[in-house]
């Protein structure tokens, strides 16, 4: 059985011997042209005069394309129609794309690019929270609330209280790989594209919309990246539709590859975010009222800002039952890149707020940070195991879920082969989200209390402070942090998936579905998923490029759903052709169907051990068809995001982590000494696989949150543009002792893909411990609160070591 | 040979004759003085296993090794490695610890979107080629500086430097 082995990742052959081919490896056709854009260094103004003849000169030009040149839509919104691939009259951003050159060579056109003169009026830009609240600048008119509970009587009869602010920087993905788009003409205006995008569909559905033509002249292939991270959401529709208008007027192939300087300049981020917040609580720490104000700064044009908001209120609980809340979530509309979707989607700066939150309780108590957690988490669902046995309040049942409750998933699947659990049936609701959602399958205690065990929490805590005491210059800090994290699209027609299989006469097995390759290693486990249904060896299933020729309008590989859809739609295709195998094998050996079995790359029927490829020869020869559709649609989950009511996840998933650091308080540098993580992936299908998300989300949320710093300046450019200024983590800054582990006794309660757990988003949240670990360490100098901000440069933490020492 | 890209502005005046070494094969061709040694092995040599990430030096993705050095393939022109002998990672596998690495990577799960990993395995080659056997095991302090100059977005470095150690550790016990 290969599902829940710790395979390699598919390509890691490939990618060891530098074969695995990325976009730009491709081989480009004969007369294959570059695109370059002329970009805007103006954040806001109105074009007055454009005179683009240099360009036109310039050496290798072959075109220059205006907004007036475009045969359709000059749009490559993922959303509302409002994103123009070339600026229409007004500017919005610095970086935005005016023109678009077509040269001989990527050189060629990227130094035409910068021949352009466009003259463009300017205006005041709105680059910053405080400007676009004074200007009103913002999207979907006032601010979104959510309410829970009567907060005005809980604040009223709190015992105690805290208010405060915390900036939240944004975060360039730096994926390794930049955009890059490949467009192939082809005969009666077909094309085929190309893309290096998470959402083939979406790329295919704007290069129509762009040409004017139907959805079925337009392919576009992907077979891997270089590295999305929510940053190839969305973000590379502007290369494709480029490259599709360019081959259609010159009817040639045509690419395009951002130089990392344009593609840090011209793509969206993470939302940077401020979040205000007061909370009341009693002496013991327990929360009884909180009140959040919530503000991002979306940037320029709608993109997916809405559900990134909305999902940063839907996190503002985290792990931690709020009886009264109130988030108040302001979409600001300013000058600067389009802010866009990022590993976590919003939920990391939700989560920041409410741990910020439990920090400066318990700065307030003078008690652990931890305990103050625990006062306030959820109850788990069911007693200790997460999996089984009753927590005695008689409230919440287990029945349903199968396996006994000590063992761990390696035991359970050793226990149990290919039988799926039936759904959960659930209790009343005795807990629930500030948005009204049922928290049915909460693990955060136990989890917490294993690592917390595991890893000492208590006894360096202790430690810690006896070190610092001795210790004048440098501090240590140590801070647990929880994850829950809310699984499923929010809006909830996007879960959905398809899937295309094929079994040949040989026994091979053609795998196709909607879920694209980023590296997160979705290819495989849905591959282990395949080979686990024809009971066959791995190396039997191809694994294919995405391609939307094949499986037709599917949903952006995102919101760490990729395995759960795919994973589910290619088990459905699976299935029925391995039940149609099983009819045409039992009628001929008067057998039942259940008599059937698929195992070690044979199947057994009545007595008869034949070879798969035999078995689906014989199908063959029986004219059974060996190809089958797989579809899949998320079941439970409904969603009224206006009213913030109802189910938007299937589940959650969770985690914990603790962090160690160490700062130098005449310098504020600061270090990660040590990281011991927890994480919840269920059952995993792939452990090894999950594992690497795990280690490599807490990396990059660490980063987002201490050294990742984008900088605009006044004009609205933005200053960090390129990794010479922009600090992604190095080797070197990751904890010197790294301790990860999935959690042994993970299972999903819900009926998901061998009962797993979503895990590309919410490892990265692990990474909140650092910071909280820093403000840990900085409060050790004096008594006021750190209040420190995120990410926690050395100036932040040096600023907050000032504020501590002030009265 | 590759697809002669279009030179353009450079004219056929500005070409430089040069003859360059690559993974064994002998390899001639007349280059803008101005083009880089990565860009060069990628569309003239045809090979596209070094990749580019930043083009001005930072990310390491572009690391090969030239005469011997580990250079970043985006800082050095094409001119420059004229009469030069250079290794890239289609060739790590005819090399001491290509094989090693390469095996380690895998099973170590050193990779995810694997676009750091040519690079990653350049650097990984000079350190081991550096690094003095020790009774004490792998120097994972050492590994993890060694490496600092390559980013990995994907993976958190853990793995990788599992993998680099696992080398090491091999090395020093006299397997490879
Ligand atoms: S591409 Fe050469 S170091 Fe980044
Ligand atoms: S594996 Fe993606 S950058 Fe290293």
């Keep these: 059985m290969s ?37 805007s260094d103006v954040a806001r103004g109105t074009i007055t005069a454009t005179n683009l003849n240099a360009v036109r000169a310039a050496p290798g030009v072959v075109a220059v394309i205006t907004a007036d040149d475009l045969p359709g839509a000059n749009d490559v919104s993922p959303s509302v129609h409002d994103e123009p691939m070339l600026a229409d009259g007004e500017v919005h951003y610095l970086g935005q794309p005016l023109f678009l050159v077509v040269a001989e060579s990527h050189l060629a056109a990227r130094k035409a690019a910068r021949l352009g ?39 009223r009869t709190a015992p105690k209280s805290v208010e405060g602010t915390i900036e939240i920087g944004g975060q ?64 590379g529709n502007a290369l494709a539709v480029a490259c599709a208008v360019a081959a259609a007027q010159t009817g040639r192939p045509c690419k395009m590859r951002y130089d990392r300087d344009d593609d840090m300049t011209i793509t969206g981020k993470r939302h940077d975010f401020r979040i205000k917040y007061r909370a009341g609580y009693g002496a013991g720490g327990r929360l009884l009222a909180v009140e959040f104000t919530q503000y991002a700064r979306c940037g320029w044009s709608q993109d997916l800002s809405l559900p990134v908001a909305d999902r940063a209120m839907l996190h503002a609980d985290n792990a931690y039952d709020l009886p009264a809340v109130r988030i108040e979530s302001h979409r600001l509309k300013t000058n600067t890149q389009s802010a866009t979707a990022f590993r976590g989607f919003g939920g990391p700066q939700g989560m920041v707020g409410i741990e910020r939150v439990m920090d400066h309780i318990a700065h307030d108590l003078g008690r652990d940070p931890l305990e103050v957690r625990r006062v306030n988490f959820y109850d788990d669902a069911i007693g200790e195991g997460g999996a089984s046995g009753a927590d005695g309040s008689g409230e919440k049942s287990d029945d349903v879920v199968p396996e006994p409750a000590k063992l761990g998933w390696r035991e359970r699947r050793k226990a149990k082969k290919a039988a799926v659990a039936p759904a959960v049936t659930t209790e009343p609701a005795v807990q629930t989200t500030p948005y009204g959602m049922a928290v049915e399958d909460c693990v955060v205690n136990e989890i917490v209390a294993d690592l917390a065990g595991t890893a000492q929490y208590d006894a360096r805590r202790k430690e810690i402070a006896e070190w610092n005491a001795k210790s004048p210059i440098l501090k240590r800090g140590i801070a647990l942090t929880p994850v829950k994290f809310g699984i499923s699209f929010t809006l909830t027609h996007l879960n959905q998936a ?75 295709a699976c299935d029925e052709i391995r039940d149609r195998i099983a009819d045409c094998l039992a009628d001929l050996h008067q057998a039942q169907p259940s008599d059937v079995w698929f195992e070690d790359g044979h199947v057994q029927v009545a007595g008869n051990r034949l070879t798969f490829a035999a078995a689906a020869g014989i199908a063959y020869e029986n004219r059974v068809s060996l190809s089958a559709t797989g579809f899949y649609k998320t079941p439970k989950v409904e969603w009224d995001r206006v009213a913030g009511k109802g189910r938007p996840f299937l589940y959650f998933a969770y985690g914990a982590a603790i962090s160690e650091v160490v700062i130098d308080t005449l310098t504020g540098e600061n270090r990660i000494l040590r990281a011991d993580i927890l994480h919840d992936a269920g059952a995993p299908l792939n452990p090894a696989i999950d594992l690497g998300q795990v280690e490599g989300g807490y ?14 300046d006044d004009k609205g450019k933005l200053t960090t543009h390129a990794p010479s200024t922009y600090k992604i983590p190095a080797a070197s800054d990751r904890p010197e002792v790294f301790n990860v582990a999935l959690w042994e006794k993970g299972l999903n309660r819900e009926n998901t893909i061998f009962r797993s757990k979503a895990v590309g988003e919410p490892p990265l949240m692990l990474g909140i411990s650092v910071l909280m670990a820093l403000s840990d360490a900085v409060a050790t100098g004096g008594k006021t609160y750190p209040a420190l901000n995120a990410p926690a440069t050395s100036e932040q933490v040096m600023n907050a070591i000032i504020r501590v020492r002030s009265e | 040979m590759g697809r002669v890209e279009y030179w353009g502005e450079h004219g056929m005046s500005d070409l430089h004759k040069i003859s360059v070494t690559i993974n064994g094969e002998a390899i001639r061709a007349s280059v803008p ?78 990779l995810q979107c694997g676009y750091c990993t040519p690079g990653m395995l350049a650097s990984a080659l000079e350190y081991l080629r550096g690094v003095r056997s020790s009774a004490t095991g792998p120097d994972r302090a050492a590994i993890r500086d060694h490496i600092s100059g390559n980013y990995c977005r994907c993976t958190g470095y853990q793995s990788i430097v599992n993998a680099i150690a696992e080398v090491a550790t091999s090395k020093a016990e006299g397997k490879s």
């Design chain 1, 172 to 235: 360039e993905h730096f994926y390794l790989e930049g955009q890059v788009a490949l467009a192939i003409p082809g005969e009666d205006g077909d094309l085929l594209i190309h893309s290096s995008t998470q959402h083939p569909t979406e790329a295919q559905h704007k290069v129509a919309e762009a040409l004017g033509t139907p959805m079925h002249s337009v392919r576009v292939e992907t077979r891997r990246m270089g590295g999305g991270f929510g940053g190839k959401e969305s973000q």
């Design chain 1, 117 to 155: 003169k466009v003259v463009i009026t300017p205006q005041d830009p709105i680059l910053t929270i405080d400007q676009a609240l004074e200007e009103d600048s913002r999207f979907e008119g006032g601010p979104v609330i959510w309410t829970k509970g009567d907060i005005e009587a809980a604040f």
């Design chain 1, 498 to 572: 398809g899937a295309l299989v094929h079994v040949y006469t040989d026994g091979s097995v053609h795998l196709n579905h909607g879920g694209t390759e980023m590296g997160q290693g979705l290819f495989q486990k849905v591959a282990q998923v395949a080979a686990d249904r024809f009971g066959i060896p791995i190396e039997m299933v191809k694994i294919t490029a995405t391609d939307t020729a094949k499986v037709p309008n599917t949903s952006a590989t995102a919101a760490s759903s990729g395995t759960d859809l795919n994973g589910m739609a290619v088990k459905a």
């Design chain 1, 699 to 712: 990396v990059q949320g660490a980063g987002w949150l201490t050294t990742e710093e984008l900088v605009w």
């Design chain 1, 3 to 39: 599902v829940a082995k710790p395979l390699p990742h598919d390509a890691a052959r490939l990618h060891v011997t530098g074969t695995a081919r990325y976009l730009d490896d491709i081989p480009t056709p004969t007369g294959c042209l570059s695109l370059a854009f002329g970009l």
């Design chain 2, 33 to 110: 003085a101005r083009l880089n040694l990565v860009d060069f092995i990628r569309t003239e040599a045809g090979l596209t296993g070094s990749h580019v990430g930043c083009e001005h030096g930072v990310c390491g993705a572009c690391t090969i090794e030239v005469d011997g050095a580990m250079v970043r393939g985006c800082l050095m022109l094409a001119v420059q490695a004229d009469g030069a002998t250079v290794t890239t990672v289609e060739g790590f596998a005819d090399s001491d610890f290509g094989p090693a690495l390469q095996e380690a990577f895998q099973n170590n799960h050193a």
